[in-house]
């Protein structure tokens, strides 16, 4: 799920959808109207999933996609691998998850609580709880 918003309202730290994957702004530069047309924003993100940099040059006025986040908490039921199996504290559904990055993977263990955050029903796990 995503809502819409003006490129210009766009700050650095916060997502934006580019070619359908979900991406954290790392940079934005605004360049002044010309004589013959609007002000341009040009927006620099790191995907969130797969952690390749995009771009997109466009009116400051065109709309652009924010996706919705959702951050919840989960316990791990058991890791496998190259997917991890989650129970959602909330409402104690069960699903599966890729492997996070390395950083993350080496403090993982059954029974830990993570942060994970489900954004265009995709799931990564963010941050392992109490640490």
């Not at 766009?10 to 934005?28: A, L, N």
């Not at 997109?56 to 890791?79: F, H, N, W, Y």
Request: charged share 30%; hydrophobic share 35%; glycine share 10%.
């Amino acid at each position: 799920m995503s809502k819409p918003v003006d490129l210009g309202s766009v700050k650095i730290g916060s997502y934006i959808i580019i070619d359908g994957e979900p991406c954290r702004v790392v940079e934005y530069e605004k360049s002044k109207p010309g004589k013959h047309g609007a002000a341009k924003a040009r927006v620099v993100a790191i995907g969130v999933f797969d952690g390749t940099k995009k771009s997109v040059v466009s009116p400051v006025d065109a709309r652009v996609d924010v996706p919705l986040i959702e951050k919840r908490t989960g316990q791990i039921i058991s890791i496998g691998e190259n997917e991890i199996q989650i129970m959602d504290l909330e409402n104690y559904g069960i699903f599966d998850s890729k492997m996070p990055e390395e950083e993350i993977r080496t403090k993982l263990a059954s029974g830990i609580e993570v942060e994970y955050w489900k954004v265009l029903d995709r799931i990564k796990i963010v941050r392992i709880k109490g640490q």
